[in-house]
């Protein structure tokens, strides 16, 4: 079985452009959840998803949003983006119904 | 009350030896205790996950044990190995909460040959 798919794997974007970063979660998992790491606050949550509803939310400005298509895929944005956006965003996803969390390798942005 | 706390920031084990890394929590809702290890240029793998009902829980090398009272809980590698070398996250969940894991600050090992 795939495990979590995050695409592209890195990235360099300019100060105030928008980016968006894409998951495919394990099939059959239909809850996704998206996670800031950066060394300084380490790992922190931004939101989850589960049938395409946004279930549970971070402490994250409105630059930062998401969405979840009918396959469970989920893409989450960062508008505007800011030099202390520069992290691994990384994805997980659940079995409905289970609490283990699987994580994809992350999508390193660098904003230059 | 939604800090998890890791210590320590850093760890140098011989090889054969037993690594500890030890977490502790302030929110009693967490229910929901897990391991992660995270290799350079990876995303985190779970390793090992345990509940409150239960004090002790041992998968191979890797034993976490559990103080509800305390609110701590502790990762223990038996037979340190190079390979162990990463980087070890401790984290809670609350149910209610599903999806959403609160991180500790995360340990890096290193296993000495």
């Known amino acids: 079985k795939a495990g979590v798919t995050q695409t592209p794997r890195y990235l360099i974007k300019t100060r105030g452009q928008q980016v968006t970063l894409s998951c495919s979660p394990i099939?059959?998992?239909?809850?996704v959840s998206w996670y800031q790491q950066t060394p300084g606050q380490g790992l922190q949550f931004l939101f989850e998803?589960?049938?395409?509803?946004?279930?549970n939310k971070g402490n994250f400005p409105g630059r930062f949003s998401g969405r979840q298509f009918s396959n469970s895929r989920s893409e989450m944005n960062v508008s505007t983006l800011e030099l202390g956006d520069s992290a691994l965003y990384l994805c997980a996803s659940s079995l409905t119904g289970r609490v283990e969390a699987f994580f994809g390798q992350g999508t390193r942005l660098t904003v230059v | 009350q939604q800090q998890v706390k890791q210590s320590p920031q850093s760890l140098i084990v011989q090889k054969g030896g037993i690594s500890i890394i030890n977490c502790a929590y302030e929110?009693?809702?967490?229910?929901?205790f897990p391991w992660y290890q995270q290799f350079p240029g990876k995303g985190p793998a779970l390793l090992i996950a345990?509940?409150?009902?239960?004090s002790e829980k041992k998968e191979g090398r890797f034993t976490i044990s559990f103080n509800k009272s305390a609110k701590q809980f502790s990762l223990h590698i038996m037979d340190s190995q190079p390979g162990d070398s990463a980087t070890y996250f401790c984290a809670a969940r609350r149910e209610s909460n599903t999806g959403k894991l609160i991180f500790g600050q995360g340990t890096t090992l290193q296993v000495k040959p």
């Open positions: 929110n009693t809702a967490f229910d929901y």
């Open positions: 099939s059959g998992h239909r809850s």
């Open positions: 998803y589960f049938s395409e509803t946004q279930r």
């Open positions: 345990i509940r409150p009902d239960v």
